[in-house]
């Protein structure tokens, strides 16, 4: 709780993720220019299930031939999505992710995806605004 106080979206600092793989890519706070963007409207923020992001990251290997690491996997899986609702509508877009590292420190992941150990927990919406009433009014 000592820190260069920087302007973000944030959980507090006791923010404590579920345990599972998805939580442990989890931090209480956002990066500050990400916070600015998305609060200029610039961007949005998505939300995808982390069985779904293992999936998209195994389509990513079989047509690519990288196994990408769970963090951009979360990119790949919205930038599938986004396609496929292209694909629908019949909308042309130009789709952009980050793609920032492979997956082999994280084999054990993809061997509980396959196993069918890894569940899909997301936080209630209770569960969250407990974390934020904490948090000081700025």
Excluded at 39 to 67: H, K, N, P, W, Y
């Amino acid at each position: 709780m000592v820190c260069p106080l920087s302007k973000m979206y944030t959980l507090g600092s006791d923010f404590i993720p579920a345990p599972n793989h998805a939580g442990g890519l989890r931090y209480h706070g956002m990066s500050p220019v990400l916070s600015q963007l998305y609060d200029d409207g610039l961007m949005e923020a998505v939300s995808v299930t982390q069985t779904s992001v293992f999936e998209a990251a195994e389509m990513f290997a079989r047509v690519e031939g990288i196994l990408p690491a769970p963090e951009s996997s979360h990119a790949i899986r919205v930038a599938i999505d986004e396609a496929l609702k292209c694909k629908e509508t019949g909308e042309e877009k130009n789709i952009v992710f980050g793609l920032t590292g492979t997956g082999y420190f994280d084999l054990v992941a993809y061997e509980k995806y396959h196993d069918g150990k890894m569940d899909d927990y997301i936080p209630t919406d209770e569960e969250l605004a407990a974390y934020r009433a904490k948090l000081p009014q700025v």
